[in-house]
């Protein structure tokens, strides 16, 4: 089984159905006058510990694993089946609601004591309810919990990509810083050239005129 406290709850309760077993079988058929009314009130004190365990059973078992749940709600149908037949068994053997007036008294701590012991059970229904709900508001914050570590680490990895490429962005740059100076560089000289070979051309034009003077109109 998954839930250590389903467990726990399985073995009170087993006890608890195993005492009523004995009181029901065994003693409250023997007893008579106020003994009997006594066990009989035991009894249905140990009924609703049994009916507030199968509660938190049944809060255990929701929140447990699919695998084991199956299992757990089956267990919780049959220990409640027992409960239900003890129950019907003690409202046979106690005679019912005839209880002659001459225990008026009695009967009305029955009813206080009763009505206590219904609000304790609705305040322990609350309190399930309330119990599942932040369990549940737990599991949704660890899945959110969960989607946000891999949201973060998405992002870090997308910022390791936008550094590197920042990175190759940045020796880029600096390549073209580079070709930019090789270009200036070359232009420069080929400026250079054509001015040298401007004056060289100039200067055979002046060689080449000087002799066409000298030769034809010396």
């Known amino acids: 089984m998954s839930s250590e406290k389903f467990e726990s709850l399985e073995d009170d ?21 106020e003994e009997k009314k ?4 035991q009894v249905e004190r140990k009924l609703e510990d049994a009916h507030l365990i199968l509660q938190e059973m049944e809060s255990e078992a929701k929140i447990a694993p699919v695998s084991y749940r199956t299992q757990m709600l089956g267990k919780i149908r049959n220990y409640r ?5 003890m129950t019907r068994t003690l409202k046979k ?5 005839g209880r002659s007036s001459d225990n008026f008294g009695f009967d009305r701590e029955d ?51 936008l550094v590197r ?9 600096a390549n073209l810083g580079k070709s930019r100076k090789i270009l200036k560089g070359m232009a420069r000289r080929l400026m250079t050239n054509k001015m040298i070979l401007a004056v060289i051309i100039l200067f055979e034009v002046g060689i080449l005129g ?5 030769k034809f109109f010396s």
């Open 93 to 97: 053997g106690s005679g019912g609601g």
């Open 210 to 214: 000087g002799l066409v003077y000298w």
């Open 13 to 33: 309760l087993t006890a608890i159905i195993d005492d009523i077993k004995l009181k029901l079988e065994r003693k409250i058929p023997h007893y008579v006058g």
């Open 81 to 85: 089946s027992d409960v239900e037949g």
């Open 165 to 173: 490429t920042r990175e190759r962005l940045s020796d880029t740059d």
């Open 111 to 161: 009813r206080i004591e009763a009505s206590q012991r219904s609000k304790l059970l609705q305040g322990h229904q609350s309190l399930t309810r309330t119990s599942e709900s932040i369990a549940r508001s737990q599991q949704i914050a660890a899945e959110t919990d969960q989607i946000g570590v891999e949201i973060i680490d998405e992002l870090g990895q997308q910022r390791e990509t």
């Open 38 to 41: 006594s066990a009989v009130r």
